[in-house]
T-cell receptor, first 113, second 110 residues
């Protein structure tokens, strides 16, 4: 039981390049989330998926797109990376409503030059 | 949105009890209070959740007064490995209401 896994662990991009961050969970959770964490700050919600087939914007969605590929997988795409997107990205999942415990992945550290 | 306020940092020594208080003045009737712990280079990890009075698990206790405008996370007999950032969240059940804030950086010294 791996919980929440994320790939890659670390990535360096040049401004304007695109990439997809992958996330998968094996806990049969309905809800999945993408957060970013900047130095000295808490996590900010980018997008969430309440259930398979649905996605919605969070607090800071600009510059990102997401896909809920199936119940297990939720990907985050940066179409044209900008230095302001340098951050640590965390994926999380929960059984259902957000007030239920969220389980976080180990994070992806992204550097945009 | 229920906003939370926590101390930015706290220091403690091994073996002491640590209490971290979170203020949430505009908490709504149906809101829950949840605490997460985050170690460097890791994702946050759930510690404890409560609605009112006191909740205890194997890791911590959570004290919530009757007016629910604040809550206190209590860590008994901390060790060096408890050095982490602790986040207080007020969870409304709405997906887009999650606000982690900057958290409290706890440093446990030998």
């Amino acid at each position: 039981n791996a919980g929440v896994t994320q790939t890659p662990k670390f990535q360096v991009l040049k401004t304007g390049q695109s990439m997809t961050l992958q996330c998968a969970q094996d806990m049969n959770h309905n809800s999945m989330y993408w957060y970013r964490q900047d130095p000295g700050m808490g996590l900010r919600l980018i997008y969430y998926s309440a259930s398979e087939g649905t996605t919605d914007k969070g607090e800071v969605p600009n510059g990102y797109n997401v896909s809920r590929l199936n119940k297990r997988e939720f990907s985050l795409r940066l179409e044209s990376a900008a230095p302001s997107q340098t951050s640590v990205y965390f994926c999380a999942s929960s059984p259902d409503r957000v007030a239920e415990t969220q389980y976080f992945g180990p994070g992806t550290r992204l550097l945009v030059l | 949105l229920a906003k939370t306020t926590q101390p930015i940092s706290m220091d403690s020594y091994e073996g002491q009890e640590v209490n971290i208080t979170c203020s949430h003045n505009n908490i709504a009737t149906n809101d829950y209070i949840t605490w997460y712990q985050q170690f460097p280079s890791q994702g946050p990890r759930f510690i404890i959740q409560g609605y009112k009075t006191k909740v205890t698990n194997e890791v911590a206790s959570l004290f919530i007064p009757a007016d629910r405008k604040s809550s206190t996370l209590s860590l008994p007999r901390v060790s060096l490995s408890d050095t982490a950032v602790y986040y207080c969240l007020v969870e409304t059940g709405l997906y887009n209401d999650m606000r982690f804030g900057a958290g409290t950086r706890l440093t446990v010294k030998p």
